[in-house]
């Protein structure tokens, strides 16, 4: 992670991060994976699926969600909840683009640590 923004962290390029796929970054005890879509949206969750802590980073980004690569389990880009029938969720984090920067809410992760 690099410069600090009124609280946000910049961690990244959109470039670095793959349509439809993910880029892990870590603070503290925390890995989070940094998602884009195939329309250039990005999102953050924590990289740990709700059901058995699969790395969600290794999933298909599709619909706005990410299918985890274990057992399939479809969990939400947006709030890290699963879909479907099946309950849990995922520690997700704001993030927000400014040009081609990937910045973070360092405020956010550091709450997500402590949980
Ligand atoms: S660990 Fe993700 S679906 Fe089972």
Redo the contacts with the bound molecule.
């Keep these: 992670m690099s410069a600090v923004f009124d609280g946000w962290v910049k961690v990244g390029k959109l470039g670095d991060v793959p349509r439809r796929g993910a880029r892990c970054i870590k603070s503290g005890d925390v890995t989070i994976a940094i998602f884009r879509t195939a329309d250039d949206r990005v999102f953050a969750l924590e990289d740990r699926?709700?059901?058995?802590?699969?790395p969600?980073s290794q999933?298909i980004v599709h619909d706005g969600c990410v299918t985890?690569?274990?057992?399939?389990?479809v969990?939400s880009l947006e709030n890290g909840e699963a879909q479907g029938a099946?309950s849990g969720r995922s520690a997700s984090f704001k993030v927000k683009l400014k040009g081609d920067d990937i910045l973070l809410d360092l405020k956010d992760v550091h709450r997500a640590g402590r949980r």
């Design positions: 699926c709700p059901h058995k802590n699969g969600l999933g985890c690569p274990l057992h399939n389990w969990i099946d």
